[in-house]
């Protein structure tokens, strides 16, 4: 059964930093498209960031390009988010997904698996 399990949310001060990390089993991770969505109260659940299955493309939103940096580390099944310079509009639940052969710009109807989310506070 595939288990994707987020972790490193907590509470920061608008301009800090986070890191984020999804630890993935059940699942031949390196075939993967591993991507980052969040959902905001009253919110519809957004993009944020992507990195196909090959780790050779990686995408962003719009709103966190720059400050945000998807990466993944095959040996331990894991992918991360590294969350700079955060905004209090950065406040959401995010959420770790995953698809078979993904590709680089995927839609929440895209992805097959989802973690439980890990919520981040960013306070102004």
């Known amino acids: 059964q595939v288990q994707l399990v987020e972790s490193g949310g907590g509470l920061v001060q608008a301009g800090g930093s986070l890191r984020l990390s999804c630890a993935a089993s059940g699942l031949s991770f390196n075939r993967y498209t591993m991507a980052w969505f969040r959902q905001a109260p009253g919110k519809e659940r957004e993009f944020v960031a992507v990195?196909?299955?090959?780790?050779?493309?990686?995408d962003y939103a719009d709103s966190v390009k720059g400050r945000f940096t998807i990466s993944r580390d095959n040996a331990k099944n894991t992918v991360s988010l590294q969350m700079n310079s955060l905004k209090p509009e950065d406040t959401a639940d995010y959420y770790c997904?995953?698809?078979?052969?993904?590709?680089?710009?995927?839609?929440?109807?895209?992805?097959?698996?989802w973690g439980k989310g890990t919520l981040v506070t960013v306070s102004s």
């Open positions: 997904a995953a698809r078979l052969y993904g590709g680089s710009r995927p839609t929440v109807d895209d992805m097959a698996n």
């Open positions: 990195i196909r299955w090959s780790g050779d493309i990686t």
